[in-house]
């Protein structure tokens, strides 16, 4: 994910409409899923501790 971040920004300062465009739809897609997964972890874990269920 950092490195198409990285590609996003070279992409900015270098004008390469192209590479930014697939650059961010790549870090926007990533980064809701890594949200998606950090909520999932952030609600299941406990319950699954607190509770000694499986999750």
């Not at 952030?42 to 509770?51: G, W």
């Amino acid at each position: 994910m950092g490195a198409f971040a990285v590609a996003e920004q070279l992409g900015l300062s270098l004008g390469q409409k192209e590479i930014v465009m697939i650059a961010f739809k790549v870090v926007h897609e990533k980064t809701m899923h890594q949200l998606l997964l950090q909520e999932y972890m952030l609600e299941m874990a406990p319950i699954s501790i607190l509770y000694k269920e499986n999750v």
